[in-house]
């Protein structure tokens, strides 16, 4: 009974990661095989091949979280979910009442009368970020395609800001009293979300690129602004470098990228190194520092 509650409360979950996977696939495929007439007409477009490598890393991701091995698995621990029962109210173990590891596991905990742990509220909330920004990157093929780029820029916008909340709110290890059990259990979501927002950020590259019409080179100031705001963004998840790297990458593919403008190319180019640069003294800053 429990076990089939378990396997419908994911059917969302893997029904928008089967649907977004699909046009997302197709849209970046016939983008990397027939990119040429469209890019030679854009100010900047991320390059083709690292927007695919990049679909393809956060794709393989998602699949590991969402079929769990023995080793990558997110269920939770028997021992931290409980149940108000006995005598004089005393928790006892789910386990003294009948229900198995089958029962307890999952991606929620599936038994309505036991409490709420601090663990399963996190992938409760996760889950529901994870459909939205599901949802999100499935309308964005579908509107670019078609021309509507408010459309594409509110789709990547609310994704983005989804998973922002993800990694700075909901994943945050401090929420739970065994942070760094936590911390383990939870590298796969942090790195959806993470990779999602190196996915969306191309995206949106992409989207400006379109139909931004000016081809005249940066300015001093935007090129500082340009830098400042994502050089803020790669820093702000603290040592670990994987959000860093992919705003890294991000920046790196549209300079790299086909571009009307090499002012806004050799842009890209140098702030990424400078950032790439700063990400990795910072991961080696903080390695040090813990191991102090």
Not at 76 to 102: Q, T
Not at 141 to 147: K, Q
Not at 204 to 232: H, V
Request: net charge neutral; hydrophobic share 45%; with cysteine.
């Amino acid at each position: 009974m429990f076990e089939s509650k378990t396997t419908q409360m994911r059917l969302p979950h893997l029904a928008t990661f089967a649907t977004t996977s699909l046009l997302q696939g197709h849209f970046l495929f016939h983008d990397f095989t027939d990119h040429q007439a469209y890019h030679d007409h854009v100010v900047y477009s991320p390059h083709p091949g690292v927007l695919l490598a990049l679909f393809a890393a956060h794709t393989v991701v998602q699949g590991l979280w969402l079929f769990p091995s023995s080793r990558y698995g997110h269920r939770l621990r028997p021992s931290r979910v409980r149940m108000v029962g006995g005598v004089d109210g005393v928790d006892v173990s789910a386990k003294d009442h009948g229900f198995d590891d089958a029962d307890i596991g999952g991606l929620l905990p599936p038994p309505t009368s036991t409490r709420r742990t601090q663990e399963a509220d996190t992938a409760e909330e996760f889950a529901a970020l994870y459909i939205l920004g599901n949802l999100c990157l499935s309308v964005f093929p579908l509107a670019f395609t078609r021309g509507n780029y408010p459309l594409c820029r509110l789709t990547l916008f609310i994704t983005i800001i989804a998973q922002l909340y993800a990694i700075f709110s909901t994943l945050r290890t401090e929420i739970v009293q065994d942070s760094e059990s936590f911390r383990k259990r939870n590298k796969l979501p942090q790195l959806i979300a993470k990779t999602r927002i190196g996915l969306g950020l191309l995206y949106l590259w992409k989207t400006w690129g379109a139909f931004e019409l000016d081809m005249a080179p940066p300015t001093i100031n935007q090129q500082i602004l340009t830098f400042l705001m994502f050089l803020c963004l790669a820093l702000a998840s603290g040592p670990d470098p994987t959000l860093g790297f992919c705003v890294t990458i991000s920046l790196y593919a549209v300079g790299i990228g086909p571009s009307g403008s090499t002012g806004w190319s050799s842009a890209f180019v140098w702030s990424a190194t400078v950032i790439g640069v700063a990400v990795v003294v910072d991961w080696l800053f903080g390695t040090w520092s813990a191991e102090k």
